[in-house]
């Protein structure tokens, strides 16, 4: 065979079809008689060019199923990968890769599909392109070896003599699953592929990486923490990961957004209420019960769908009796509509014919973790269409659960509306004082898998008048529709919401991956249309915190959905409008004017925060975060007034924001003391650096409270307020005047020598302390020092001074952000799953890259990696929230800058209503990142932002033009007037970014 790149004979033509593409004809039935270890869905398959042009269209179509491909050459690297992009799909590219085989050149493919090197012949240390590949790209997505597939020539097939083993001599390879093909063998192997995936259907877990996370195995010790990160929810009700069927160490609990009862913890205080579990199903086969943690599973694996918002489940088992049986199970809490929740199990017998048993069960038998039962009775009912399970909690809170198990009929008669029971299948109901359930009896036949379809809905009375009409309808509606239909409904919205909120990072898989993880939970964690609830620290993964919500949400949650989801924004910021009698309460109680948010709050607003906790070590102590943490009432503020600004929403701006504003404003007025320095002093608080309690002038409260002070007294002085707001709040123009003189005498700690920050009053006579010191350590560094060193230094325990950066950038002299950065990161612990994502925000904004770089990482790895050693009780929602925001205004550098700033590149634009600020980019793309694409909303425009070494480019969707400035050094450096419909890009020449030009293309 002569190569393909050959000097004198040129390439040969990659072409698709033909009788010289076997690899694209039907599927050959000689698929079927390929080696067992084939039979498996391969993520990462490495092909042999000596193959092409076969290996070329192989590898389009399993790229276009979504799995990597690398095509290892001999010769002519560079020149195949740019012949190849006559062959795959632009958007597929992304995933092929060129390399040498026994050499370094590696080749990618960019953004609009051109080929580029990732490795060039030089490559230090000897790396080879095999062993760069699996380094940059397949370890940071966590492919396994067994998701490998390396196909060689087939040395019969006429293959050179010194092309033999082919692959098999890639030592970088070992571990994978290795094949010989010529063109017919090579044709066989994909069409298998194309079969696998064809039988399983939506059953099928995702071949890219990218979009799944991939749990294998059973592991008692970590399966409560897998039932956190692998968590399904639609912001209504949210349901942990748990096995079906159980095991001695599930924790499975289905929550309901914003449903409180009293927990059974040692202050009883309001915890989410856990609803009845609707996930639980049980199999039996031939007799045997099946279960994931027997001796006899030969293959377990769940997966994340985080593109279609499914969890997946494949297994296989021999039993005691040697029956081999394959299962697959999904599961789906509905983003289509909120109230439905769907099931599938399919099971195929491998060797032999009989009968399984499937149980479908609705259970009101739960507790929550405190301990506490919240449901007062349930009434089943067996004899409607469905099954029923009626329940009222202690609290009064009634819920109606309907189920409806379908055996479905063989896949050739899918697509049509299923009867109730397929050929072979026999079903009975039977109810119990707090459960229901539904046992089908189904005839198997080997080899024949058997499908179940089972969708649960969930009405409540907080939104329904009468639950059980409402489910019971909706059930109805359901049972009407094949699973194709509901399911597919589910993974349009699913689309959509990714069309606004997918972040793609080209350089970086594994930190793009752990976005899509963060933001797959942000997606979930969200209810537009509920004002009434919003999301806690564990969002509807885990009961840590009881469901309780803190500032997470208003800081570290609320920008993504502002920037993306603005509906759900709106609702989140409405949640705290609604709970403002609450926050009234709490500091008519202090003794204070105005509002104070509790620190943590459930459905009323009130102060939920345990007064006492029990330590690990039996010991009741005071928890003092209730009483002194106010900074969270600026938090809402400020988070009320960006939601506004950004998205332009007037009617909040001018009604609730507004009453936010004031009336936490009203507090800081009332809170401030001011000395006989003449300075405004707010004495005795918790800032975000809960290691130090009762200090007086924390940087970050008194920074913030400034600012709401401001926007206040700004929202009256430009007449945003509306007139009934005010006249309700019976605001006085003196306040106005005491609003602006109070944020004028604040104190700010900054040391006028240094430029230095001080985080509270008397912080910089602390102890010094150094965390690097404690690099390596068991416990958290509070407990190594103990309560009184630990008050005593100056060791932090997440962003304080450095959170105040982030988020106050323009109010702190250029000059000052730097070194209050390396001032106090060396002293930060990171005790707080906040504080990494706001720390590399920051360092990417000061082109500190090691440092950015470092806390991406730590910030991706605190659930996927358990780095904080509690995900067994939820994911952290606000660090994920700050993983997006590091993206997003450290590396895209995505800002708001007052419109007048960019009058001098904009002299010409139209002024517009209301619209006195204006969307300003400068970006710092970290070492390795190519090419990152993110989408932001403003002002009812949706922007496309793509930033590369050098450039940026826009694109604008909406109904009216939209100013966009280019920050050079923080300062405009140009500015373009956009049209929706076009795009346009800047690129940096000299050292300076140029004039924007448009550069649509028809």
């Known amino acids: ?135 940059q790209v397949i370890a940071p997505l966590r492919i396994a070896r067994h998701d490998w597939l390396a196909i060689s020539p087939d040395p019969g097939g006429g293959a050179p003599a010194a092309d033999a083993r082919g692959l098999r001599d890639a030592p970088e390879l070992a571990g994978a699953i290795h094949a010989t093909a010529g063109a017919q063998r090579l044709g066989e192997i994909l069409a298998l592929q194309r079969e696998l995936d064809r039988e399983l259907g939506p059953l099928a877990a995702p071949r890219d990486a990218a979009w799944s996370i991939e749990e294998p195995g059973f ?145 009101g038998d739960v507790k929550s973790a405190s301990g506490a039962a919240h449901w007062e009775r349930f009434t089943a009912d067996a004899s409607a269409d469905s099954l029923l399970l009626v329940g009222h909690t202690r609290g009064g809170l009634e819920t109606a659960m309907t189920s409806h198990l379908r055996v479905l009929p063989g896949q050739a008669a899918e697509g049509s509306p299923p009867p109730e029971a397929g050929e072979g299948a026999c079903c009975e109901r039977t109810e119990g004082a707090r459960s229901i359930a539904e046992r089908c009896d189904i005839s198997v036949r080997v080899a024949e898998p058997r499908r179940l379809f089972r969708t649960t809905t969930l009405h409540t009375s907080r939104e329904a008048p009468a639950p059980r009409e409402a489910g019971e309808a909706l059930q109805a509606e359901l049972s009407r529709r ?47 249309d509920d004002p009434r609830c919003s999301i806690g620290a564990r969002a509807l993964s885990g009961e840590a915190y009881r469901g309780h919500v803190f500032w997470d949400t208003d800081i570290f949650l609320v920008p993504f959905y502002t920037h993306c989801y603005p509906e759900a924004a709106r609702a989140l910021m409405l949640y705290r409008h609604r709970t403002l009698a609450g926050a009234r309460r709490k500091a008519k109680a202090l003794g204070y004017e105005g509002a104070l948010y509790a620190w943590e709050s459930a459905d009323t607003g009130d102060e939920t925060t345990p007064p006492l906790v029990v330590t690990p070590f039996g010991e009741v102590t005071r928890v003092l975060s209730g009483e002194q943490e106010h900074h969270i009432s600026a938090d809402v503020a400020y988070a009320a007034h ?57 940087a970050f409260t008194n920074w913030m409270a400034r600012y709401n002070l401001r926007a206040a007294a700004d929202v009256v002085r430009r007449g945003v307020a509306r007139g009934d707001v005010l006249a309700r709040l019976d605001l006085r123009p003196e306040e106005v005047d005491r609003f602006r003189d109070v944020a004028d005498r604040m104190v700010l700690g900054i040391d006028p020598r240094t430029g230095l920050i001080e985080q509270f009053a008397g912080y910089f006579r602390l102890e010094p302390f150094s965390i690097a010191d404690y690099a390596v350590r068991s416990a958290p560094i509070d407990v190594l020092l103990g309560r009184e060193r630990t008050q005593a230094c100056q060791v932090v325990k997440q962003a304080d001074v450095v959170q105040l950066l982030a988020l106050l950038w323009s109010a702190v002299p250029a000059g000052a952000r730097r070194d209050n950065f390396l001032y106090y990161e060396p002293r930060t612990a990171h005790g707080s799953s906040l504080s990494p994502g706001m720390h590399a925000l920051v360092a990417a904004r000061l082109d500190l890259h090691a440092h950015a770089e470092r806390y991406f990482d730590q910030t991706a790895d605190i659930d996927l990696s358990n780095t ?73 425009r949706a922007l496309e932002i793509h930033v590369e070494d050098g450039a940026v480019e826009v694109a604008l969707e909406g109904s009216a033009p939209l100013p966009i400035g280019q920050l050079d050094a923080g300062a405009p450096a140009s500015a373009v007037l956009a049209e929706p419909g076009r795009r346009y890009a800047t690129r940096r020449i000299g050292g300076r970014f140029q004039p924007w030009e448009e550069v649509t293309t028809c």
């Open 1 to 135: 065979m002569s190569s393909l790149l050959d000097s004198a004979a040129g390439p040969p033509a990659l072409t698709r079809g033909g009788p010289g593409s076997p690899g694209l004809a039907s599927p050959p039935a000689a698929a079927t008689r390929l080696p067992a270890e084939l039979h498996h869905r391969f993520r990462f398959i490495a092909i042999d060019a000596s193959l092409l042009p076969e290996a070329a269209d192989a590898a389009a179509a399993l790229l276009a199923v979504g799995a990597r491909v690398a095509l290892l050459a001999r010769e002519g690297v560079p020149h195949l990968a740019r012949r190849l992009e006559r062959v795959v799909r632009p958007e597929n590219r992304r995933r092929l890769f060129v390399g040498a085989l026994g050499g370094a050149e590696l080749y990618g493919f960019d953004r609009r599909g051109a080929a580029i090197a990732l490795v060039d012949r030089a490559e230090p240390h000897g790396r080879s392109a095999v062993a760069a590949l699996l380094a």
């Open 482 to 528: 094949a699973m194709d239909d509901v399911l597919g409904e589910h993974a349009r919205a699913w689309a959509e919401r990714w069309r606004r909120a997918d972040v793609e990072i080209d350089g970086a898989p594994k930190i793009e991956r752990a976005l899509r993880f963060a933001l797959y939970h942000l997606i979930g964690a969200a209810n537009p």
């Open 219 to 363: 592991d008692v010790a970590r399966e409560h923490e897998i039932e956190s990160l692998l968590a399904i929810a639609n912001g209504y009700i949210g349901s942990r990961a748990s096995l079906p069927e159980g095991s001695r160490v599930s924790r499975p609990a289905t929550f309901i957004a914003g449903a409180f009862e009293p927990s059974a913890d040692v202050s009883r205080v309001p915890e989410l209420v856990i609803a009845p579990d609707w996930g639980r199903l049980s199999v039996t086969i031939e007799g045997e019960s099946f279960s994931a943690e027997t001796s006899g599973v030969l293959h377990h694996l769940r997966a994340l769908d985080m593109r279609r918002g499914v969890l997946l489940r494949e297994c296989l088992r021999r039993g005691e009796a040697g029956h081999l049986t394959h299962l697959h199970t999904l599961h789906a809490a509905s983003l289509a509509n909120r109230h439905v929740l769907v099931e599938a199990l399919s099971v195929a017998p491998l060797n032999f014919t009989g009968t399984i048993r499937v149980d479908a069960i609705l259970s």
């Open 868 to 940: 904080m050693g509690n995900a067994a009780v939820g994911v952290h929602i606000a660090a994920m929230g700050s993983l997006w925001q590091a993206v997003a205004f450290g590396v895209a550098g995505v800002t708001r800058v007052p419109r007048s700033a960019l009058s001098q590149q904009l002299p010409h634009a139209p002024p517009s209503a209301g619209e006195d600020e204006a969307i300003a980019i400068e970006p710092h793309l970290l070492p390795g990142w190519r090419h990152l694409k993110i989408p932001i909303f403003w002002r009812g």
């Open 642 to 698: 960006a939601y506004g600004r950004a998205t332009g929403d007037l009617d909040f701006e001018r009604g609730e924001g507004a009453e936010i504003l004031i009336e936490t404003a009203r507090f800081w007025a009332s809170r401030a003391e001011i000395g006989a320095d003449g300075l405004a002093h707010i004495r005795r608080v918790i800032g975000p650096d809960e290691y130090h309690e009762a200090v007086d002038d924390n």
